[in-house]
């Protein structure tokens, strides 16, 4: 089974805040990716990144920033936390040949 | 990047085989096919992955025509607990680059 952790699993919080969702994999695989899913809906690709100091914007506008210092860690960052962000957020890495996405269990995130 | 089409829902009952067509018309040359299933408030998980004809693992079994234009998966003697929804990505191999974009999965829902 892969190893990709999401932290913290539910996170409730006010608007205004800021928040980081910690995403981190064992796997030292190379790509990862960050998906934005609302309830019953489909998996929107927000972030993704090549490697270590390369990270690139997904197909669905996002408010979001993502950083990529170190291999195995892949965090996402709201500055600004609004109602309008309140979905599940997922991650999922990447190893090289013809492996599939590896996912975590998300975050599900809540704006008051 | 190749665009997939599959039904929103489909029914079935316990212990039917079902099948889930899956369109990609625009598939490049290179693109494998992978499907994954996913249950409420978890990431989606691996199922099976091929380039052509019939592949089949323990779980499913998956059939790609000789255009590879479209796939279907099929679940045999499906259970309650196969109550899911099931996406097929179409992706470019890993030193080709490439978003991994989602369709918008298919629900299927299995009756006793």
């Known amino acids: 089974e892969a190893d990709i952790y999401q932290t913290p699993r539910y996170l409730v919080i006010g608007t205004g805040k800021k928040i980081t969702l910690e995403c981190s994999q064992t796997?030292?695989?190379?790509?990862m990716y960050w998906y934005q899913q609302d309830p019953g809906m489909e998996l929107h690709l927000i972030h993704y990144?090549?490697?270590?100091?390369?990270?690139e914007k997904g197909d669905l506008s996002s408010e979001s920033t993502v950083s990529r210092i170190r291999t195995e860690h892949f965090p996402l960052t709201l500055e600004s936390a609004r109602p309008s962000h309140t979905s599940q957020y997922l991650c999922?890495?990447?190893?090289?040949?013809?492996?599939?996405?590896?996912f975590g269990n998300g975050t599900r995130l809540t704006v008051t | 990047l190749a665009k997939t089409t599959q039904p929103i829902s489909m029914d079935s009952y316990e212990g039917q085989e079902v099948n889930i067509t899956c369109s990609h018309n625009?598939?490049?040359?290179?693109?494998?096919i992978t499907w994954y299933q996913q249950f409420p408030s978890q990431g989606p998980r691996f199922i099976i992955q091929?380039?052509?004809t019939k592949v089949t693992n323990e779980v499913a079994s998956l059939f790609i025509p000789a255009d590879r234009k479209s796939s279907t998966l099929s679940l045999p003697r499906v259970s309650l607990s196969d109550t899911a929804v099931y996406y097929c990505?179409?992706?470019?191999?890993?030193?080709?680059?490439?978003?991994?974009?989602f369709g918008q999965g298919t629900e299927l829902s299995v009756k006793p």
């Open positions: 796997m030292g695989h190379d790509k």
């Open positions: 999922a890495s990447l190893g090289q040949g013809n492996s599939p996405l590896h």
């Open positions: 990144s090549y490697g270590v100091n390369s990270t």
């Open positions: 990505l179409v992706a470019p191999p890993y030193n080709q680059g490439g978003k991994l974009i």
């Open positions: 625009n598939i490049a040359t290179n693109d494998y």
């Open positions: 091929g380039y052509k």
